[in-house]
């Protein structure tokens, strides 16, 4: 028996919500007494696939198949369920993200086994396997049991904080057979802006609604931003606009994020925008109408005209 | 082109969360009850390919009795016919399996559904039908053209998009901007009462997960305010007070 942890990169690296799964995994490792093992498939850099030991996993399986360097869903979830068999795994954790949303299900149906998206906290195995994971756009909660031998979990972003226990992990290739069907969706072109702060993956995000006017507005937000650390959002109506790119959109029919602070500035605080955004840890919204909803879902708030507020946060946020 | 198009039955996205029961039941008491939202999009894709290329759209449900004023919706807005599977949507693996039992038979080229429900939030039902079938399964799609026996599609990826091409038959998970939500009109509504809703009892299927129990988040505190004319206030709490910087 052992646990089984999917390590995703990015340009070579780990993600951040991979070492988050990573400990999620390792944590359950060690309430259940068995090892865990790694599985990164694609294009990483070698110190960063034995950094991965130092967040408590003793071997790392690395698929190099050309073929996978880009996520393909019906491959990955073949080389993962193959994973799974050769270290006759009991529970498959992945990180929560676009990618695997799309493998995992697909991963369930070839291990036969019953899945969670989106757990928000460590199993409990005190009696039988039961995870909590956020529902209704992050409204409620619920308790989820798995009866099933094998069980397939994806971990919330930023849920789960991934922390360094020490140790150095044994890098081991591993290529199992893929079969020629998997490879029917091809990928054509890919259009992603590098070297920026991937809004699902980010801390802090800065985000602007409809109260900016106009894209040309746009110039103190990516600022702010970039003072802080911080990746970009708006609201659904800003990128239907098209000001900002639809990758941007925060809410309930766009990207849920769950940073530590969230900044929304001229953002009303619809219920379909708050539904993106409630698990973060910290709201701070600025608005220049005191009675905007936001303020209610907020910890910090500034009633105040963006275009004075927001260039005096950026000298602020210099001085950090 | 034959298209199915797999909807949920879903609270209003404005609608106010709470559970009954000693929290084992959700309270639909003064809930409207609307299609998914990402189903929707699936839907109205669906017709426009249908008004482009010719064909069949039919809308499947699994639900009870009760779900199907949305289904009649869904028909209202253009869809020819529904299949409603009547059962209690219990989770992602069993709608799965009630709609691939349906899929089986039917050989559709297209099988449509949103990249989520916003009830359970699983993103789960379109894998596992197409893992299921056998056949490609991509999401979240933003756009999608039909070229023969081609499907030409953009999925979003974290910070970008990703553009893929598969020959049908093939599931895929649609969200926004794939097209417009129709709104139904007069004709639509009228016929919508007439048009075939076949009602299907379930097949039965392995049972690998059971939901528990429901709970809501802790309540929000106060939101403290900080004057305006000294916004730089802001990041001294955030740093001392919330810790967050
Ligand atoms: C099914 C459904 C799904 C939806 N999904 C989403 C979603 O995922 N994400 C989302 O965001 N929305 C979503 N919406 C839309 C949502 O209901 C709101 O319409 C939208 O969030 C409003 O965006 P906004 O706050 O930017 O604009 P507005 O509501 O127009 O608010 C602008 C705000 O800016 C403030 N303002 C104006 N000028 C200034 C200034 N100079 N300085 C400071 N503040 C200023 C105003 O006081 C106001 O509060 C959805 C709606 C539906 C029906």
Redesign the interface.
């Known amino acids: 028996m052992s646990i089984l942890v999917f390590i995703e990169g990015v340009e070579g690296e780990v993600k951040k919500s991979s070492l988050e799964a990573v400990s999620y995994a390792t944590e359950l490792a060690k309430k259940k007494g068995v090892a865990t093992t790694a599985v990164a498939i694609g294009n990483f850099s070698a110190t960063a696939l034995s950094s991965i030991g130092k967040y408590g996993v003793a071997k790392v399986l690395h698929v190099t198949n050309d073929k996978l360097a880009q996520v393909n ?2 491959a990955y ?1 073949t080389a993962l369920a193959e994973a799974a068999k050769k270290e006759n795994a009991e529970v498959v954790i992945l990180p929560k ?3 695997v ?6 991963l ?3 291990l ?7 757990a928000v906290d460590l199993p409990d195995t005190s009696g039988g396997f ?1 995870v909590k ?16 031998a094998i069980k397939v979990i994806t971990v919330a972003k930023n849920a789960f904080p991934a922390t360094e226990t020490g140790g150095s992990a044994q890098v081991e290739v591993f290529a199992p057979a893929i079969p020629e ?1 998997d490879f ?10 590098t070297g ?1 702060i ?4 980010a801390d ?1 995000v800065v985000s602007g609604g409809r109260g900016l006017k106009g894209p040309e507005n746009w110039g103190m937000i990516i600022e702010l931003a970039k003072e ?1 650390g911080a990746a970009t959002g708006c609201s659904k109506p800003v990128s ?1 606009m098209d000001w900002r ?3 941007e959109h925060v809410g ?2 766009g990207v849920k994020v769950s940073p ?2 969230y900044i929304a500035i001229g953002i009303s605080g619809a ?2 925008h708050l ?1 993106g955004v ?1 698990s973060s ?2 709201i ?2 600025i608005n220049k109408d005191p009675e905007a909803p936001f ?11 963006a275009f ?2 927001v260039p ?2 950026i ?3 210099k001085k ?1 | 082109m034959k298209i199915l198009v797999c909807i949920t039955n879903v609270p209003d996205t404005t609608s106010k969360i709470s559970f009954t029961d000693n929290n084992t039941k959700f309270n639909t008491t003064g809930v409207q009850f609307i299609i998914g939202p990402y189903d929707e999009y699936a839907l109205s894709r669906a017709i426009e390919l249908k008004e482009a290329n010719g064909g069949s759209v039919t809308v499947l449900n699994v639900g009870e009795a009760d779900t199907e004023p949305t289904i009649r919706k869904a028909l209202a807005i253009g869809a020819d016919d529904a299949i409603r599977i009547n059962a209690f949507p219990k989770d992602a693996q069993f709608v799965a399996a009630q709609i691939v039992a349906v899929a089986k038979t039917e050989n559709y080229d297209l099988i449509l559904m949103g990249r989520e429900s916003i009830d359970f939030n699983g993103g789960l039902v379109h894998g596992l039908v197409a893992e299921a079938l056998g056949i490609p399964s991509v999401s979240p799609v933003m756009k999608l053209d039909i070229e023969g026996n081609l499907a030409k599609m953009a999925r979003e990826i974290e910070g970008g998009k990703e553009y893929v091409e598969a020959t049908l038959p093939l599931v895929a998970g649609c969200q926004e901007p794939i097209a417009e939500w129709k709104i139904p009109n007069m004709r639509g509504i009228m016929s919508a009462r007439t048009k075939p809703l076949k009602v299907v009892e379930p097949t039965a299927t392995e049972s690998l997960i059971n939901m528990l129990a429901y709970e809501l988040p802790p309540a929000k505190g106060a939101c403290k305010m900080i004057d305006a004319s000294t916004p730089e206030k802001l990041f001294e709490l955030l740093k001392n007070e919330a810790k967050v910087l």
């Open positions: 869903v019906m979830a993200s676009s990618a949303d799309a493998i995992v299900s697909r369930a149906v070839k036969n086994a019953g899945v969670v998206t989106g039961k994971k956020s529902i209704y756009t992050g409204k409620a909660f619920t308790t989820v049991e798995l009866t099933s069907s029917s969706i091809k990928i054509t072109k890919t259009e992603k802006a920026e991937l809004l699902p993956e802090i802080l239907d790119p639809h990758h309930q029919t530590n602070l219920i379909q539904a409630n840890k910290c701070v919204v303020f209610k879902a907020a910890d910090y708030g500034i009633v105040g005209d004075e507020v005096k946060l000298e602020a946020a950090l």
